[in-house]
């Protein structure tokens, strides 16, 4: 079992950048493939990004491919996303999940509280 914890959600402007982290408990992180989603108002929550068990691969959703980096800290129990040259339409909350398959789709086994990502133009 393994919880997640998210943080670095905020306001920004648009071309700005923000860190998201999410921390995870337990000792088995190493062993969940990670991810992030987000969920506008009014629409279906949709893929960001996913992150490989050992950090060796990473897939992106088209419309983040170049803007946003997905990374992950094994001794640290911690990945993050750096969300640089940021849109309007990247407003959204933002979850972080985790799962033992070898990477995160939306039928993810384990899903954070969300953390709230807004962006003025």
């Known amino acids: 079992q393994v919880q997640l914890v998210e943080s670095g959600g905020g306001m920004v402007q648009a071309g700005g950048s923000l860190r998201l982290s999410c921390a995870a408990s337990g000792r088995t992180f190493s062993s969940y493939a990670m991810g992030w989603f987000r969920q506008a108002p009014g629409k279906v929550r949709e893929f960001v990004a996913t992150?490989?068990?050992?950090?060796?691969?990473?897939y992106y959703a088209d419309s983040v491919k170049g803007r946003f980096t997905l990374s992950r800290d094994n001794t640290k129990n911690t990945v993050y996303l750096q969300m640089n040259s940021l849109k309007p339409e990247d407003t959204a909350v933002y979850y972080c999940?985790?799962?033992?398959?070898?990477?995160?789709?939306?039928?993810?086994?384990?899903w954070g509280q969300g953390t709230q990502v807004t962006v003025s133009s």
């Open positions: 992150i490989s068990r050992s950090g060796g691969s990473t």
């Open positions: 999940a985790a799962d033992r398959g070898v990477v995160v789709t939306i039928k993810a086994s384990h």
